[in-house]
């Protein structure tokens, strides 16, 4: 179980749940955050490099966000972060698709001056037919345990 940094290991692999995005919700997120035609009408969507209504990508970072803090890859202790490298939007998420997140820690650098360090998880948000739609490359904080 990992419950604080030194638990963590390069390699380690997350896997989240999978949540299907509904016509309802691409609409209603974009009519509060992200008011574009490509995301509130479908008609308007279908002429655009889109092609067709498609969700946010905020909506769809939000989304993993959701996904990545439930999976609760640093055990007891809250997603804390100092940024975000690497984030991509590489497909439109469309009515009814179904994603998940994978994740891969692929840095680990403890502090040498606070009792934290900080982990790189090399996340992926992936459609139901495997295609990466979302990436992202949080700097996390995580907890040291306490000596």
């Known amino acids: 179980m990992i419950e ?9 692999r997350f896997k989240s749940e999978a949540v299907t995005v509904s016509k309802e919700d691409i609409i209603r997120f974009a009519s509060e ?6 995301h509130l009408d479908e008609e308007a969507a279908k002429k655009t490099i889109l092609g067709g209504l498609a969700a ?3 909506h769809t970072a939000a989304i993993a966000m959701r996904l990545a803090a439930n999976s609760r890859p640093f055990g007891p202790h809250p997603l804390f972060g100092a940024g975000v490298d690497d984030l991509r939007w590489l497909k439109p998420v469309r009515p009814g698709d179904t994603i998940h997140l994978e ?3 692929v840095e680990l650098v403890p502090s040498r001056t606070k ?12 459609n139901q037919h495997g295609e990466a ?5 949080p700097i996390a904080i995580v907890p040291s345990q306490p000596k």
């Open 33 to 38: 955050y992200d008011p574009q035609p490509f």
């Open 103 to 105: 994740g891969e820690v």
């Open 4 to 12: 604080w940094f030194d638990d963590l290991k390069i390699g380690m």
């Open 115 to 126: 009792p934290h360090g900080v982990a790189r998880v090399k996340w992926t948000a992936y």
């Open 56 to 58: 946010s990508g905020w």
């Open 133 to 137: 739609v979302y990436t992202f490359n």
